[in-house]
């Protein structure tokens, strides 16, 4: 079952903070991240693993929610590279080590001057 | 950069017509995948393989088949291509240990 991501869409001026949120109705084992510009592939942001830390690299962050089998992305002081469709791929806790994702239907976010 | 093309980049064919889209691979990973991305539905996974001649169906795998003779070889054909099959296919690969994908270039096929 696809993850849900919200919202579905948002847009920013340079240096304002947004927040992407992905739930999953099922037990996860990870939470992937992934940035993707039109026309282009996805690129990998970053992994979140069950009973791991947060992650970050630049202004850019992510949590789990273990309980509530949630992760949540953090863009903060946006920059106008940051434009793109964010994406989540979960893997169940069942799955793990299948190095299955299943992907939610992204998030559009778009930075404006 | 995971060393993966994909080819071609872009067709156009006919609806009936046989496809073949051919994703390569530099590094010797053994897990490869093909997902489609269409609007509105974000990427799903079409096959998946764990090794040569090691392939399972994704969720979005009636009208497609894999092969997989060569680690560094994946296959997917479109054995009538109809034209609910336009799409961007991607191709991506998991790291040795871990189950984080890189993307190919991505494949643009149109059906009329």
């Known amino acids: 079952q696809q993850p849900v991501q919200s919202p579905q869409a948002v847009i920013l001026r340079e240096g304002e903070d947004a927040v992407i949120n992905c739930s999953s109705s099922?037990?996860?084992?990870?939470v992937h991240w992934y940035r993707q510009k039109h026309g282009e592939a996805p690129i990998f942001l970053m992994i979140l693993l069950k009973g791991g830390e947060q992650k970050g690299h630049d202004k850019i962050s992510a949590s789990f929610n273990e309980k509530k089998q949630q992760s949540s992305l953090y863009l903060t002081a946006s920059q106008l590279s940051y434009s793109g469709t964010y994406f989540c791929?979960?893997?169940?806790?069942?799955?793990?080590?299948?190095?299955?994702?299943?992907f939610g239907k992204g998030t559009k976010l778009s930075v404006i001057p | 950069d995971a060393g993966i093309t994909q080819s071609p980049r872009h067709k156009v064919t006919e609806t009936g017509t046989p496809v073949t889209l051919r994703c390569h691979q530099t590094?010797?990973?053994?897990?490869m995948y093909w997902y489609r991305q269409d609007p509105g539905h974000g990427l799903r996974l079409i096959h998946y393989s764990y090794g040569v001649k090691d392939t399972d169906k994704g969720e979005v795998s009636d009208g497609y088949s894999v092969s997989r003779s060569k680690t560094e070889d994946f296959l997917l054909t479109l054995e009538s291509a109809t034209s609910s099959q336009t799409s961007v296919y991607f191709c991506?690969?998991?790291?040795?240990?871990?189950?984080?994908?890189?993307f190919g270039p991505g494949t643009r096929l149109t059906v009329l």
């Open positions: 791929g979960t893997e169940p806790t069942g799955g793990a080590g299948s190095y299955q994702l299943t």
């Open positions: 991506a690969i998991s790291l040795a240990g871990t189950d984080t994908q890189y």
């Open positions: 099922k037990a996860l084992y990870s």
């Open positions: 590094e010797n990973h053994r897990y």
